[in-house]
């Protein structure tokens, strides 16, 4: 066979040149979208009337003797009854009743394999690390916008995050002590920020008109849009948004809550004590239903295999933390270490953002729009067993949400494990 022409070798060159930088740029995409999981579904066995708790539990700032993610390894892997009694739950109504409902789950062994993540050595102590980089969200009018209108305010002091009309996702040790329900859980309520005007007369009057955003609101989420992407957004009209940065504390207001009674409450039984023993850590978190659905956006589920290979690998979430009253508190920060169910994160945080739905934002599968996902529950600030032999040090954790931890939340909120199938 002789040389080929030149007219056909040109062609041909530049198509795998083609090709090869397509499958470069899907390789890409793929790092920025969210995966797709088939998690297992969690269904109703039989519920059962329990007595009424005592509700003398007090509020706990820090928790302490927490089988962190080191002392976790030297635990053996849990069976599938395990699991099932883990993820058993209470059932608290507000007029003070509670049910236990059993549960089995099925298709654990058809769902993707959780993936074993790998631990860095490299964490960080202390609630506060070195400078506090917490941001004060102070404007009325952008803390009351999406993501940010996501964050609720516990009445047992806690934070929390819709994650539907209806449900908020929030921290099982706000609202259970791993022996009792806390003294405020009876009448417990959920509170939303909302807009007061500067006359105190409404939006209607004194205030904006439906449609009028104001210009700085739109620079700052175009700004936490840059956080989000590693700062690798559009970089036009810089000089705009420091004109934005000068006046975003001009209008700076205490925010007012509505508040809503809880209808009820629901805790996995792995968060008791002496059910999961070491694993109760992995079960810290709660779904309230609200009486009634406030008119605000909520933020979906997600699950993400390993946060650390993110190519940004950042987290966010805002939350009330007790040093800043009655602000809304937002930061975003790298994961020191994690495993299967836990984060260690750098993020700086205080006492009352307890609850806060942690979220990371990717492109949805075949879409070039990005959405923002829950992907786990900030625990607090913990003094955590971490050789097994007594000795604690402490860090900030947060409870991630894996396929089967999805498969619960998913069945409260729905009440239909179907609509439960895919993450």
Known sequence: MGPLPLCVLLPVTVLAMVVAVTGEQNAVDDEYTWPQWKVPLVRKRRTVPLSTPDFSARPQLELSGTCGIECQRRLPASSLDDLEQFLSYETVYENGTRTYTSVSVQGLNEATAWSKNVSSSSRHKREVYGTDTRFTISDKQFSTKYPFSTTVKISTGCSGVLVSPKHVLTAAHCIHDGKDYLDGVKKLRVGILKVKSRRGKGKGRGGRGKGK?????????????????????????????????SRRSVESEKPSFRWTRVKQTQVPKGWFKGVSDGLA?????????????????????????????L??????????DDD??????????????????LLYQYCDAKPGSSGSGVYIRLKEPGKKKWKRKIIGVFSGHQWVDVNGDG???????AVRITPLKYAQICYWVHGDSSECKVA
């Open 281 to 309: 850590a992995d079960y810290d978190y709660a779904v309230l239903e609200l009486k009634k659905a406030p008119k605000v956006k909520h933020m979906d589920l997600g699950v993400i295999p390993s946060l650390k290979k």
């Open 324 to 341: 800043r009253p009655g602000n809304l508190v937002y930061r975003f920060c790298s994961v020191s270490d994690e495993s299967n169910d």
């Open 213 to 245: 955003r104001r210009r700085g609101d739109k620079d700052k989420e175009e700004e936490q849009e840059k956080e989000e992407n590693d700062g690798k957004g559009d970089r036009k009209g810089k000089g705009r948004g420091r004109k934005s940065r």
């Open 391 to 397: 000795r604690q040090q402490d860090y900030n954790v």
């Open 311 to 320: 190519p940004a690998g950042r987290i966010h979430f805002s939350g009330f």
